[in-house]
């Protein structure tokens, strides 16, 4: 059996308009190349996410901080019930082959410092970005909008799905 | 849109073949009635149901201990990859509307104690049997075959899934 | 620096005055012999032994679910607030060179099984029995009496921290 | 009973000769006002300020994210054997009641994320920092030396003991 590809979309629980659009294009765009979306699987970003792939028929997994898979938004067909609260957000990052990061606050954060500590590769929409010792950090890739973001995480869940550890 | 039914199957990572025999049978018999079927994702038991409901076009998801992907077994098409050890048996109790439980060891048990302790039903097939204070725990529901543990199972999960907190 | 020995305590968050008495027996017991007492920080079982551990000056720490500190018992002098659930029961187990367990409902049963699965030695006073195929699986280790199920504990306990992987 | 505080120090796994000089420095800082220390476990930074706050007589908590107490450093006192890999970071970060964050990589910066999601005050001692849409977040407290950090945590720490949540 031949296992599809995964990448993890992350960021807050609550988003603009303006956010919408970002999320639910990046939905829409892994759910067009056949990509299953994963993602914490409440509302805002995630729900967008979630949203978008399912317009096109992709499939959603939402691996869930509390103890119902009702928290779930209704466009999560997988819902995981992990009852670990915010600790789920490792499981989140490390469950992507790539992870994209849209906007997001302290949780959104730690997902993606699991993804790199991981070697994930993460790439930004208007997200974190980091320095250490007055020198910026590198690590995360930058994306100009949905349809580039989707194509850089692919390119490079790819890579890693064919030569590397993930 | 209209989620479907998630069924736990839980077992030893070894199996002898008439154990193999069980667990395919229920695999397939959750494919056949269109229930996602979630387990720990690796050889054994899980695979042995992973394999069964593959053959009858379902979905499988495994929730992985360890940090890699690349430790499901190839019946698994949604690896969740959570580098939690064994405490990942949670998640996979939890994430069940009903669980099946076939054969087993300690790991199997952990995860039999965290479904019952998270009001989830939990069928037995020729697994363990528990007692305190010299009186028998009824909580596990003996069946006799895969077609009664799956059938037990979902006529469970969809009262919990309707009126229950799961 | 000689690190001392560690033996977990589990069981409900509900007990009897007759089942606190056991309790605080082995909380003091553990004390005295200058063990530390892990444990999972809430009420019941857990508040007893503390407070029979704190009652000769022992240490002791709780493993907590939630997110606050406030949750433990006023005998907790080391709060661990993993903000995971029950699934920090893994824990509870792991952090123990053996484990005594006094009673309990599922949530200790499933902490009984993460250490069996580790390989660390349980110690049973009134609490589950199990069996498989018909057969009682042994790997419980009964005791009549606070004394008796420290005694056991600490020899076992020793024994894995001189040759074993604990 | 009285609990005393509890501040966490996280940091890499490795660190400079200048690097262990300052997180000595923040475990003797601590020890010296009755602190308890909780960290990581590991080499590093960790075993730098654990042994800093041993030669002052202080308690050390090691939270480790493998499945052996033998992991943790010679200077913590008390293991939690969590076997669950780097989602202890969210653990290492929850269980103190303010976090002192000294140089690091991305468990480090999970380790921050984790807190400030959490609402539990950051002191950075030559770490990471963090924007947003082109804006400096001044959420992490810069700190000028250990015992400016330890002051700032101390401080912190009792205000949240008192008013706050943790």
């Known amino acids: 059996m031949k296992r599809g590809l995964f990448i993890s979309v992350i960021g807050g629980s609550d988003c603009s308009a303006e956010g919408a659009r970002l999320d639910g294009g990046v939905g829409r765009e892994l759910a067009k190349r056949g990509v299953t979306l994963i993602c914490g699987g409440l509302q805002g970003v995630m729900e967008a996410a979630c949203r978008g792939a399912a317009s ?66 993460v790439i930004g929409l208007g997200t974190w970005s980091l320095s250490r010792g007055g020198k910026q950090d590198k690590s995360i890739i930058l994306a100009q909008n949905p349809v580039d973001a989707v194509e850089k995480a692919l390119a490079l869940a790819q890579k890693g799905g064919k030569d590397g550890r993930h």
């Open 56 to 121: 096109q028929g992709g499939v959603t997994v939402g691996i869930l901080p509390g103890d119902s898979r009702k928290d779930a938004n209704p466009y999560v067909q997988i819902p995981i019930v992990t009852g670990m609260g915010y600790a789920r957000n490792a499981i989140v990052a490390k469950s992507g082959q790539a992870v994209i990061a849209i906007g997001g606050s302290y949780g959104t954060l730690s997902e993606i410092a699991h993804a790199l500590q991981n070697d994930i590769p």
